[in-house]
């Protein structure tokens, strides 16, 4: 998928019906879009937010099957990687999905229900 086909899949906090993704997207990933938090701002605001969770940075396939539940999958360029990216989060253990484009976040937390998420920047 290239940026065009992204932005018009991918939506804003108008259209979140996830009350636990909005408040992500508000307080996290809309400033990490503009630009104002870091990656490594991102990574810790995320640490802080689900403290239970493990964070983890993948480049490439990983078996979720031998990755323990709680965990938080950042994945970067997953659109460079596609293939590889649709069978990550495809898998069953991948509960929520968000797509920056530039970042995937995986969630393997088992309390959520299974969801995909595409996400831009709001104005």
């Given at each position: 998928?290239?940026?065009?086909?992204?932005?018009?899949?991918?939506?804003?906090?108008?259209?979140?019906?996830?009350?636990?993704?909005?408040?992500?997207?508000?307080?996290?990933?809309?400033?990490?879009?503009?630009?104002?938090?870091?990656?490594?701002?991102?990574?810790?605001?995320?640490?802080n937010r689900y403290s239970d969770c493990t964070i983890m940075e993948i480049q490439s396939y990983k078996d979720i099957a031998k990755i323990p539940q709680n965990t938080i999958l950042l994945f970067?360029?997953?659109?460079?990687?596609?293939?590889?990216?649709n069978e990550i989060h495809s898998h069953e253990g991948v509960i929520q999905t968000v797509d920056l484009f530039d970042l995937g976040i995986l969630f393997l937390k088992p309390i959520c229900p299974k969801q995909h998420f595409y996400l831009r920047k709001m104005d």
């Open positions: 998928m290239n940026r065009l086909q992204f932005y018009f899949k991918a939506q804003t906090a108008h259209g979140l019906h996830s009350p636990s993704i909005y408040s992500l997207y508000c307080e996290v990933l809309n400033p990490y879009l503009k630009g104002q938090l870091s990656y490594s701002q991102l990574k810790e605001a995320l640490a970067e360029k997953p659109h460079s990687q596609e293939k590889i990216w």
